[in-house]
Structures are given as structure tokens and as C-alpha cells.
């Protein structure tokens, strides 16, 4: 099985909405490769369980496909913005682990 490992620079996004959701969208190439390695563990929504760390914080969390972007949507809670100091337009470095 491909590496389930993948450090990935994105940005920041806020969802035009009610709810303050801020997304980072998975570029379309590591979205593919994700898609093309582990589609077999999707779940309802075509959702993948993942671990994420950024900065001094790891949570477990799911990344959702989003056609419209082309690529995984991955949603960042509030206590991990708040605790990284992250704000919508931040370009951010992460690790996301596939959870097999």
C-alpha cells in the first residue's frame, strides 16, 4: 500500500456562510493520490478518517471530497485555530495521516 503519510502546504479558507467554517482544501494532486490509494476506506460521504497535526496539535478528524474545489475539504475546529493562531487566508504546512 502506497505511504499514508503526506505533509501538504494549503491555505485557508472561510465558508461563505452563517457558520464560521474555516476549511484548507487538499490540493488536487495529493486529493488523487489520496483517492487512487484509499477509496476503499471511504465511509458516509465519501468521507476518510484522518489524523492531522499542525503545529504543536494532532487531532483525529475526517477530510470530505469537494468537486467543486477538486479536491478533500479538511475542517479546522475552533480550539485548533485558536490554539495555532490560524486565521482565514493563513497558508499553512501540515501532516495528514491516512487512518487505516
Known sequence: ????EYKIT?????????AAW?????P????????SHFSALK??????RVSI???ET???????????RGGYLLPLKKEVRKKEKISNGD?????LKIKL
Open 22 to 26: 474555516h476549511f484548507i482544501t487538499i
Open 10 to 18: 494549503a491555505k485557508v479558507w472561510l465558508y461563505p456562510g452563517l
Open 58 to 68: 494532532s487531532w483525529d478528524t475526517s477530510i470530505f471530497p469537494d468537486k467543486k
Open 53 to 55: 497535526t499542525i503545529g
Open 43 to 48: 465511509r458516509g460521504w465519501g468521507s476518510l
Open 28 to 35: 488536487p494532486k495529493e486529493s488523487k493520490e489520496i483517492t
Open 1 to 4: 500500500m502506497q505511504d499514508c
Open 91 to 95: 497558508t499553512l504546512t501540515f501532516l
